[in-house]
């Protein structure tokens, strides 16, 4: 073997032996993130029982204890905020909801903004769901769901016409709507 290429060898031979403490750094890095995701999965597993079962506060602590071990755990804040809503809480609701759309990559879903809208409607919010709501309805126009309940949130805020043309679209979207029919006969009953 020549000069050189021995040289080549060695320099090859020390760049192998330096990226070996990258490698264990990095292989310890994944092996910790692969347990979090287990005990992630395992509070998931033990909020979802509990909510079945109807212990709310302990399938929000589970749900918390998920989302601790792995910020990841995606559906950890839906059940979260859902649990939540149940207890009565609706700032800690619509906490875990805007907490997922802060890390949530698709934005461009608007299932989130109505379900917070929902949350904020429920929770004497009107104004605060009538944002959420057109958020939804801008993302994905074909959301009859969203539309009916942002013609909700419109008529509790006392804005008629715009409940009026939300529930309008809810029958375009779904002719065969009966409770945007009845809500439509009502505003045109109360406020012709």
Same mark, same amino acid.
């Given at each position: 073997?020549?000069?050189?290429?021995?040289?080549?060898?060695?320099?090859?031979?020390?760049?192998?032996?330096?990226?070996?403490?990258?490698?264990?750094?990095?292989?310890?890095?994944?092996?910790?993130?692969?347990?979090?995701? %287990?005990?992630?999965?395992?509070?998931?597993?033990?909020?979802?029982?509990?909510?079945?079962?109807?212990?709310?506060?302990?399938?929000?602590?589970?749900? %918390? /204890?998920? @989302?601790?071990?792995?910020?990841?755990?995606?559906?950890?804040?839906?059940? @979260?905020?859902?649990?939540?809503?149940? %207890?009565?809480?609706?700032?800690?609701?619509?906490?875990?909801?805007?907490?997922?759309?802060?890390?949530?990559?698709?934005?461009?879903?608007?299932? @989130?903004?109505?379900?917070?809208?929902?949350?904020?409607?429920?929770?004497?919010?009107?104004?605060?769901?009538?944002?959420?709501?057109?958020?939804?309805?801008?993302?994905?126009?074909? /959301?009859?769901?969203?539309?009916?309940?942002?013609?909700?949130?419109?008529? %509790?805020?006392?804005?008629?016409?715009?409940?009026?043309?939300?529930?309008?679209?809810?029958?375009?979207?779904?002719?065969?709507?009966?409770?945007?029919?009845?809500?439509?006969?009502? @505003?045109?009953?109360?406020?012709?």
């Amino acid at each position: 073997m020549s000069g050189t290429w021995w040289q080549i060898r060695q320099v090859l031979i020390v760049a192998c032996v330096a990226t070996i403490p990258l490698l264990a750094w990095r292989g310890t890095s994944v092996i910790a993130q692969t347990r979090r995701d %287990r005990l992630a999965k395992a509070a998931y597993a033990r909020g979802v029982e509990a909510q079945m079962d109807g212990r709310y506060e302990a399938a929000a602590a589970a749900f %918390r /204890d998920a @989302l601790a071990f792995s910020p990841r755990a995606t559906g950890a804040y839906t059940a @979260l905020g859902d649990v939540e809503f149940r %207890r009565g809480h609706t700032d800690d609701a619509v906490a875990a909801y805007r907490q997922l759309m802060a890390i949530y990559p698709f934005t461009y879903i608007g299932e @989130l903004h109505r379900q917070v809208g929902l949350f904020e409607l429920r929770g004497d919010r009107p104004e605060a769901a009538v944002q959420d709501l057109r958020q939804a309805v801008t993302l994905d126009p074909e /959301d009859w769901v969203a539309f009916y309940w942002l013609g909700h949130a419109y008529a %509790r805020v006392g804005d008629y016409a715009s409940a009026k043309a939300s529930w309008s679209r809810v029958l375009l979207l779904n002719p065969d709507y009966p409770p945007a029919v009845r809500q439509l006969r009502n @505003l045109d009953a109360k406020h012709p």
